[in-house]
């Protein structure tokens, strides 16, 4: 911590001193990045008996939420563009602490999103913290309050102690990450060699469950090689996001990776499309043409709906892929290309060449390392957050100023079975969106369950009973969020007792991630 920032600790209560020295040891203590900075955000909330807290990480121009407390479950899917929320732009560029006005007029990103005030929030306070690290920025911690002096009480002083300790552990996790990624991709035979390539794209992977934890593991294991990828999965999963993610971390990411949709590709045009032609080589055939094999040369060909080409195409794409070597469409030299192959598919090439429709020796050659896609239902709570990245893309494509999902909806969307996974999730998001906009509403809307057509719902597993739902009273409660937290209590209680304890097995069964179960657990007092 910087030496100027020690000081402010004689100015402060024993209590403010207790709370920031317990603050600076959780960002020290041997856990995950994840459990840190929620553990981080907690103390800040008790610290400044604030409503809301979120840390962000920026990313090219963007604020990414890596954790927040007491926002909307939907806030981390999203990602705030610095140029779309003026809020978030005063903070990045502010270089010191801002508190802004009770009456400013910059929007708040947040305004709608905490969950025990619906609506407009038409007075609070609210604090931004800009998170440094060698001179660079690299973050931002915000917190916010319901009443407009709620943060009076505290020294800019006081803040900037907070911001510093805040920077450090974010700044620490962020270098743990990048030696993490190193290891991975260290190579012997290479060490004179950049060890890891920046991303060329914007593409993210949304998403923490488990399956998708286990998805990034197997993508961080064969980026860096020079293997053969077939990723499987259903329709909608987001088969060419993981196809771009492995080559943005591959060596060879600094060129672009190219593209080809083999189930739309004509049959009398196919084979040119793949490997090229000369002139005169068909009627049409005006000039020379590369195919995509030579224009991924040194990068790499992503083949969507491998499982759609013809047997006889299917021939020639194992020659090169043995090989090495090409030739174009009427021509007779054999040209050498060193391209990387990632093929994807919806169908079970397994079942395909059990009954002659693929070939199995391409199989085993394009199956080098094959890569599973969950589908959305496998994934749990994912679906909320992939609804928060969505519903920031819409609010900006509709030109709204907030649009939020209301709490109802989360349990609603959990609940359907997604036959066509991401990319419908997608569409519903974006349909819901418009609907909710066309009715006579202020600049604050809401996306309610009516707004979706959702007609399928969720069935439990054939070896795991359905979630359990207690007979629960109310009596005595005096607001919403007392009785959603006590029926959350008694149904973890339940699950937990049916599962001896387990706490793995009962976040399986409440299909949700292990670390947000035990983080829920604690606030709800079970733990």
Not at 91 to 119: H, K, M, Q, W
Not at 145 to 159: K, R, V
Not at 174 to 182: A, F, G, H, S, T
Not at 440 to 460: K, T
């Amino acid at each position: 911590m910087p030496a100027y920032h020690l000081h402010t600790f004689s100015n402060m209560t024993n209590q403010r001193m207790t709370d920031l020295t317990k603050l600076a040891l959780e960002m020290t203590s041997g856990i995950s990045s994840e459990d840190r900075f929620s553990r981080m955000l907690s103390i800040v909330r008790d610290l400044f008996h604030c409503e809301a807290s979120a840390l962000l990480e920026l990313q090219e121009h963007k604020f990414v939420p890596l954790s927040i407390d007491g926002l909307a479950p939907d806030v981390l899917g999203r990602q705030f563009s610095l140029q779309e929320h003026p809020r978030l732009e005063a903070i990045a560029r502010a270089g010191d602490i801002v508190r802004f006005p009770t009456d400013s007029e910059l929007p708040d990103p947040y305004d709608g999103l905490i969950p025990s005030i619906e609506g407009e929030l038409k007075v609070h306070a609210c604090v931004g913290l800009p998170l440094i690290a060698n001179e660079r920025l690299i973050g931002a911690l915000t917190i916010d309050g319901f009443s407009p002096d709620q943060f009076d009480g505290f020294s800019d002083d006081d803040l900037r102690t907070v911001s510093a300790i805040a920077s450090a552990s974010l700044n620490n996790a962020l270098l743990m990450e990048k030696l993490e990624n190193q290891a991975v991709s260290f190579s012997p035979l290479e060490e004179n060699q950049p060890t890891q390539k920046t991303a060329t794209s914007n593409t993210q992977m949304i998403g923490q469950s488990v399956a998708m934890q286990e998805l990034k593991k197997e993508i961080e294991v064969v980026a860096n090689t020079e293997m053969t990828a077939l990723i499987l999965g259903e329709t909608g999963t987001g088969k060419e996001l993981v196809a771009g993610t492995i080559h943005n971390q591959s060596p060879r990411a600094e060129n672009p990776m190219v593209y080809l949709n083999c189930a739309a590709l004509p049959e009398n045009v196919a084979e040119s499309e793949l490997f090229g032609h000369v002139k005169g080589a068909f009627t049409g055939a005006i000039s020379n043409r590369k195919g995509k094999f030579e224009l991924a040369d040194n990068s790499t060909l992503f083949l969507d709906e491998v499982g759609e080409l013809t047997l006889a195409l299917q021939s020639k794409l194992l020659r090169v892929l043995q090989y090495g070597d090409l030739q174009r469409v009427g021509d007779d030299n054999h040209l050498k290309v060193n391209t990387r192959i990632v093929a994807a598919t919806n169908r079970d090439l397994k079942v395909e060449v059990t009954e002659g429709r693929f070939r199995a020796d391409l199989y085993h050659r394009l199956s080098v390392f094959p890569i599973h896609v969950p589908p959305l239902r496998d994934r749990g709570e994912d679906v909320v957050l992939l609804a928060g990245f969505f519903i920031e893309k819409c609010r900006s494509k509709l030109g709204l100023r907030h649009l939020s999902l209301s709490a109802s909806c989360h349990r609603h969307l959990l609940d359907y079975n997604w036959p066509g996974n991401v990319r419908e999730l997608e569409h519903a998001i974006h349909r819901a969106a418009i609907l909710a906009r066309s009715q006579p509403v202020d600049e604050y809307v809401m996306i309610l369950p009516e707004h979706f057509n959702l007609q399928s719902v969720r069935s439990a597993p054939d070896n795991r009973p359905a979630l359990p739902i207690p007979a629960t009273s109310f009596s005595g409660v005096t607001n919403l969020k007392e009785a959603t937290d006590s029926f959350q209590r008694k149904v973890i209680n339940q699950t937990l007792t049916e599962n001896n304890n387990n706490w793995s097995a009962t976040a399986k069964q409440l299909g949700i991630n292990a670390g947000n179960l035990h983080r829920l657990a604690k606030r709800l007092g079970i733990k």
